[in-house]
């Protein structure tokens, strides 16, 4: 798979998805909202299926001593804790589990409000991926420093887990999956993970400006947009869903999408960093010594 | 001869990486950038290997390097 393939139908679908949103929700109302909601949630999975798929290819490339190696098993480790997460997510907006209500039995308590503790955990994962690339990159020894700007954006960042404090209420929205008073909770820990996320976001798309372009900035510029989409999801979430459940439902649907896609690219990209006929060789390289045992 | 190799590193590390990583290593080895030769290439290449590894990977790495050390060939 080339990047190339992927990049015209991830632009056209920026548009095309709120479009088809307004579309269907003036036509068919609140049900035609949460089903293509819903549809665009299913499309989402599938991205990040592949996207593991990608990233698993990546890792691959790194040797086990290699920086890079850890990074790319983190990331690795990060999409298949998310996926699991996703697959949870699947049974309870598609009405295969029942609904949890007070007084329900420990083991639908476990499986309804604990394991949604799963998306944290990949977040982890993802601060633990990208602590140690900003530790690759300050270990090379060449000029990569933060400016004052960035401490400024970085205060921004931490504004969205305030907000989404300050409108926590919003956050205890009726969805498909039903609602409970555990939610918020889970709420406010993945904003304020996810504000954590995004901090180191920055760092990395300041180190990625000081390179001057090239295909390595390209990679890493994707990780940063994922990894902000991821947190912006929440906040539009917040501020959305008091007034307008549907449209609130849906961009942070639409924010997942956006994520999913550059973890796709991200991976695509990395591959694509070498020369054609250099990775080629890499790439027959690591086929021999995998054969060799 | 230096340009040759920022030309040849630009897209993949971007310019001011490619730049700054072959300054680094030429002042690290005590060659002059600007004097470069052909002959010190390989030994260059070699050097650049682990910090070429933190992006490629060790295998990429190793490939790049020795597309450099061909660069005095001018196969690239």
Known sequence: ?293 | MHKEIIKYLTPMLGEATAANLVKHYCVKMRLSVDDLTPGQLPELADAMRPMLAVWLGSPGAARVAEEIAQLRKGAY
Request: with cysteine; glycine share 6%.
């Open chain 1, 1 to 293: 798979m080339r990047s190339r393939a992927v990049i015209a139908p991830f632009i056209v679908s920026l548009v095309a998805l709120p479009v088809t949103f307004t579309v269907v929700a003036s036509l068919y109302g609140q049900a035609g909202s949460d089903r293509a909601t819903l549809a665009l949630f299913g499309a989402t999975v599938l991205v990040e299926a592949i996207a593991l798929a990608q990233v698993v290819r990546v890792r691959r490339l790194f040797s086990p001593g290699d920086s890079g190696h850890l990074t790319w098993t983190l990331i690795t480790v990060f999409l298949v804790v998310r996926l699991v997460a996703e697959a949870r997510l699947a049974t309870l907006n598609f009405q295969l589990v029942p609904r949890y209500a007070e007084g329900s039995s420990g083991g639908l308590f476990f499986y309804i409000i604990v394991l949604r503790y799963l998306y944290t955990v990949s977040d982890v994962l993802f601060i633990g991926a990208l602590a140690n690339t900003i530790r690759a990159y300050k270990s090379t020894g060449l000029k990569f420093e933060l400016l004052a700007q960035d401490f400024f954006y970085m205060l921004l960042v931490w504004a969205m887990p305030a907000l989404t404090y300050l409108f926590h209420d919003n956050l205890m929205y009726s969805n498909t999956a039903g609602t409970d008073r555990y939610i918020v909770t889970f709420r406010l820990v993945t904003v304020s993970v996810g504000a954590l996320i995004a901090t180191l976001c920055l760092v990395v798309r300041r180190y990625v400006l000081q390179m001057g372009g090239g295909a390595v900035a390209r990679v890493w510029t994707m990780v940063v947009i994922a990894g902000i989409a991821r947190d912006a999801s929440f906040l539009a979430l917040a501020l959305l869903s008091g007034r307008w459940r549907a449209s609130a439902q849906f961009t942070e649907q639409y924010l997942l999408w956006v994520f999913s896609c550059c973890w796709l690219l991200t991976a695509l990209f990395q591959q694509e960093i070498l020369p054609r006929a250099s990775r080629e060789r890499v790439i027959r390289a690591a086929a021999e010594s995998k054969a060799m045992g």
